[in-house]
């Protein structure tokens, strides 16, 4: 239990010219759920990305190791099927690709990877009804194509029911609250915490606090122009809501 | 499924698979064409004489016509002078049994996938191979001429039928009709023929599949196909071609004649050389296709997947003519690299309460263009005739064009016209969500491609609909990277 699911050494990230990571340090080990906070532009997104493998960013410095592999090295599929899930920001329409067939698809490559049998269309589909209640999604949405016409709460809660469908080793939530309503907010925290197990973790990316009412996270970590500048408790945020990220930041610099 | 750097790999290096040569003993005549090459083709085929009279008619109308030049596509100007107008291969004989058959063609198309050996066939498809425009076997002709149905050689069915071509050749698109299509009347070397008797139902697919092999030829086929009262018959085409630098001109004509309470579905997968990564070479696949509805309560189905091709340039059509016909057209056209496809369909309602349905799906990628160009007529006399056409586009990459010119004419003030239309695009963003739940970037465009042509697809017979899937994911190989 040691060995950290991910381990961020000194990441140093940007697009063209701009410099937007500047030196990330973090370490996620099993069984934990870890809440990165921060204003917008601070390059919360972006680090999710590189993650995910989105190459529109180059990454400079700095190295990530993802359960003992040089993750950057891997093309973004491997990663999923490696186990690394981002619940997207702003989940991508598929017309005409049916989410069942999309979903199963994703999931025989990962069953493929691991070595393990495809599942036919009648055993997905028990498994599916399965995690289709976790997430009280009506039915119909799985038979209409990925995200198209679904509503904003719908396509953050389809994230997650993918996510669970999935199960993940590590789990990026990048803005998963922003747009949805209290009870869409609180049924997508039951699915993360029920998904919760000792050997798996969660990287919760988030604005707010409210998210944090709902999943309590071990650590909180708040990031400012690139860098991690201050990591704690779960307490934190509440302290973050209380005070906002000014007193933060210039707390920061004034210690800086 | 390969890793992802294989997978890349191989869209690079992806090569048309049929481009192969075959060294068949070829019978050509001299390059060029006049009065005496079509008098010399129709001699060779020991033709009765209204063919060659036909023919003649045919090229001293053609020689009346200017090539056309409205299509959305651009080629150089085409020498008809430099083209071989008849080849053959050599040792044709009257064939007792397919065993009888060059072992080198065999070989030909067991390489394509097609075995035209009756024991080997799938169950229930029956072909007609062309090779260079001559048909070199028809399989199963014994077991369908026990029910009537005649399925030849176009050669066979002139020395054999020639009543029933006489009465039918030329009736729906007539010698006049088009440029491509006067000069296919006066050259044509063979084709398929097709005759489905009264209230007979085809027991299984017919299939015609043409074969480019000789260089420096034009490529001129005629299909005929008539169900008559009350058959129906489902019937499958499909090309291929060597890889050759220099353009390659194929002009057929397909007839389809339904008469009442008949039913034909005519479906293509045409897959010619389309040229290589630079627009080299490939086909000019100029043909004209039109089927008339001839008896009350009759159907004509059009499906096509087009892939190959340098230029794709045809519109299969409906007359509907009888009372209540039904005319539908599904088509797929995929143009990559630099290919250009013009292609669509013309629906003429003539006859009350005809019913039409239109989808075509177009999609581009590469520096590849692609245009639907559509008719929809309902004359002065057609009551209640309804049309309803989709037309979708789907671009990959930023270098494709997708072009839309729809037609539409109504005179009768009872008629239903809805056309829909849309365009999208693969974007980056989906591949990478896509990839980001572990599906490569290749099955990724095939899934996005394949759901956008699920409503063509489903028309297609069941092997076929397989092989077309196949077949867009090869032909899209190394469109995204």
Redesign the interface.
């Known amino acids: 239990m040691n060995q950290p699911i991910l381990a961020i050494q000194n990441l140093h990230a940007g697009v063209e010219n701009k410099k937007i990571l500047k030196g990330i340090n973090l370490a996620i080990r099993p069984g934990e759920i870890h809440a990165i906070m921060g204003p917008n532009g601070s390059g919360k997104s972006t680090l999710a990305s590189i993650l ?3 190459d529109a960013y180059d990454v400079t410095e700095g190295e990530v190791i993802y359960c003992g592999k040089d993750l950057l090295e891997m ?7 490696e186990g690394v ?2 619940a ?1 920001q702003y ?8 989410s069942t ?3 199963r ?2 999931l025989n ?2 069953r ?2 691991r070595g393990e049998p495809e599942l036919d269309a009648m055993e997905f589909l028990t498994l599916v009804k399965e995690k289709v209640k976790l997430l009280h999604l009506p039915d119909d949405l799985l038979k209409r ?1 990925v995200n198209v016409g679904f509503s904003g709460g719908e396509k953050k809660r389809n994230e997650i029911f ?1 996510m669970a469908v ?1 199960q993940p080793k590590l789990a990026v939530l990048d803005e998963t609250d922003s747009g949805l309503d209290i009870d869409a907010l609180r049924i997508v925290a039951e699915g993360v915490n029920t998904l919760k197990r000792p050997d798996n973790a969660t990287l919760l990316i988030t604005h707010y606090q409210r998210l944090l009412d709902h999943i309590v996270p071990d650590f909180v970590h708040v990031l400012w122009d690139g860098r991690i500048v201050k990591s704690g408790g779960k307490e934190l945020a509440l302290e973050l809501e209380d005070k906002g990220y000014d007193w933060l930041i210039k707390h920061d610099v004034a210690r800086g | ?1 390969s ?3 294989e997978t890349i790999q191989e869209f690079v290096s992806n090569e048309y698979k049929y481009g192969f040569t075959s060294n068949i003993e070829t019978e050509t005549i001299p390059p060029g064409l006049n009065e005496d090459v079509i008098r010399l083709i129709s001699a060779k085929k020991n033709e009765p004489e209204f063919m060659l009279n036909w023919r003649l008619k045919a090229y001293r109308h053609w020689l009346t016509m200017a090539e056309p030049a409205w299509q959305f596509a651009k080629h150089p100007p085409i020498d008809f002078q430099s083209a071989i107008y008849y080849a053959a291969p050599k040792n044709r004989k009257e064939l007792n049994s397919l065993d009888e058959v060059d072992p080198e063609l065999l070989k030909t198309f067991e390489k394509l996938g097609i075995s035209l050996n009756e024991q080997k066939r799938l169950a229930g498809v029956a072909v007609d191979a062309v090779v260079d425009s001559v048909s070199v076997a028809t399989t199963f002709q014994k077991d369908l001429a026990k029910q009537g149905i005649i399925f030849c050689s176009f050669s066979d069915a002139v020395q054999n039928h020639p009543a029933l071509v006489q009465q039918y050749l030329g009736s729906v698109v007539p010698h006049t009709d088009n440029y491509y299509a006067a000069l296919n009347a006066a050259v044509f070397s063979d084709g398929s023929f097709c005759y489905i008797p009264k209230g007979v139902r085809c027991p299984m697919e017919l299939s015609t599949y043409f074969r480019i092999n000789s260089a420096n030829t034009g490529q001129f086929e005629r299909t005929l196909l008539i169900a008559d009262e009350g058959g129906y018959v489902s019937y499958l085409e499909g090309c291929t071609a060597p890889m050759r630098d220099e353009n390659q001109l194929h002009a057929a004509v397909v007839e389809l004649v339904a008469l009442e309470g008949a039913e034909i579905k005519y479906s293509t997968v045409q897959n010619w050389y389309p040229g290589d990564k630079q627009g080299k070479g490939g086909i000019y696949n100029f043909v004209t296709k039109r089927g008339i509805c001839k008896g009350r309560k009759s159907k004509i189905s059009w499906t096509q997947v087009e892939t190959g091709s340098a230029i794709t340039w045809k519109y299969p059509s409906c007359i509907l003519l009888g009372d209540q016909s039904v005319g539908e057209f599904y088509s797929v056209a995929l143009t990559n690299n630099y290919q250009q496809a013009d292609t669509g369909t013309k629906m003429i309602h003539i006859g009350k309460n005809t019913k039409s349905t239109i989808i075509s799906k177009g999609i581009s990628a590469g520096r590849g263009q692609n245009a639907y160009r559509g008719l929809v007529e309902i004359k002065k006399g057609a009551a209640n005739a309804r049309n309803f056409s989709q037309c979708d586009s789907l671009l990959i990459g930023d270098k494709c064009g997708a072009h839309t010119f729809p037609y539409i004419e109504v005179k009768n003030s009872t008629g239903q016209v809805e056309h829909e239309a849309t365009t ?1 695009k693969i ?1 980056e ?2 591949i ?10 290749q ?1 990724a465009v095939n ?2 491609v ?3 042509c ?1 409503e063509v697809f489903r028309e297609l017979p069941m092997e076929f609909a397989v092989e077309a899937q196949k077949l867009l994911g090869v032909s899209l190989e190394g469109s995204v990277g």
């Open positions: 995910a493998g989105r093309d973004p599929e491997e990663r999923a099927r899930f981002l997207f989940p991508v329409e598929i017309p005409g690709v049916n067939y999309f979903l698809a994703a490559e990962h493929k990877h194509p993918q999935l | 499924m890793t992802a750097t999208s974007g963003d989906q990478f969500y896509c990839n980001a739940r572990g599906i490569s970037t099955d899934m996005i394949n759901g956008f699920k």
